[in-house]
């Protein structure tokens, strides 16, 4: 898909968005321009939805591999 320069620059909204680098009047301006665009607030929506996946697998995998490290640090007799 080939995005105009206003597009791009909801792209990077978007994107500061997710990197939760704008401010609550920021996030409110965001979703008031991306009103009119159904595909850029279903973008928002999924990379939001694949940030959270990301932070609930890296915590999975931690508390599953935590009692492993625990078994490499006791020594063999």
Do not use: C
């Amino acid at each position: 898909m080939i995005y105009s320069n206003n597009e791009k620059t909801k792209l990077e909204k978007i994107d500061d968005y997710v990197k939760n680098q704008l401010t609550e009047e920021q996030k409110d301006e965001l979703w008031l321009e991306l009103g009119d665009d159904p595909d850029l607030i279903d973008r928002l929506e999924l990379e939001i939805l694949l940030k959270k996946w990301a932070e609930i697998y890296h915590k999975i995998q931690a508390q599953l591999l935590a009692p492993l490290h625990l078994i490499g640090s006791k020594p063999f007799h």
